[in-house]
């Protein structure tokens, strides 16, 4: 049997958000390992405009709400795939950086050129 979409049942919301911290924690500069495999993650994006940039990847402001959102980050910590330093930083725990949200396609769009 494959393994079950989104196991934790995640709202969409929550998906955006830990897809943005996996993505934050790919990125020289944004990103520290800490011990036990986790990352902190800090220095987050501000919007100017309707997006902002993630390195060479496009976001929308739409698709970042929850990085400002302090209920979307207690719902990761309370299921175990970060630990919340908000709004400042968050430590995305091993489990956190191998779900697989299933929206980066959706939310980081990439230039053809």
């Given at each position: 049997?494959?393994?079950?979409?989104?196991?934790?049942?995640?709202?969409?919301?929550?998906?955006?958000?830990?897809?943005?911290?996996?993505?934050?924690?790919?990125?020289?500069?944004?990103?520290?390992?800490?011990?036990?495999?986790?990352?902190?993650?800090?220095?987050?994006?501000?919007?100017?405009?309707?997006?902002?940039h993630l390195g060479s990847a496009l976001v929308m402001a739409r698709d970042a709400s929850g990085l400002a959102n302090s209920a979307a980050w207690a719902a990761l910590e309370r299921k175990g795939?970060?630990?919340?330093?908000?709004?400042?930083?968050?430590?995305?725990?091993?489990?956190?950086?191998?779900?697989?949200?299933?929206?980066?396609?959706?939310?980081?769009?990439?230039?053809?050129?």
């Open positions: 049997m494959p393994p079950r979409t989104n196991p934790l049942g995640l709202n969409p919301l929550q998906l955006k958000t830990l897809t943005l911290l996996q993505a934050l924690a790919r990125l020289p500069g944004h990103a520290e390992a800490v011990e036990g495999g986790a990352v902190k993650v800090r220095g987050l994006p501000r919007p100017h405009g309707d997006h902002f795939l970060i630990k919340s330093e908000f709004p400042d930083a968050a430590i995305l725990t091993p489990e956190g950086l191998a779900y697989d949200t299933g929206a980066t396609q959706a939310i980081l769009h990439h230039s053809e050129h």
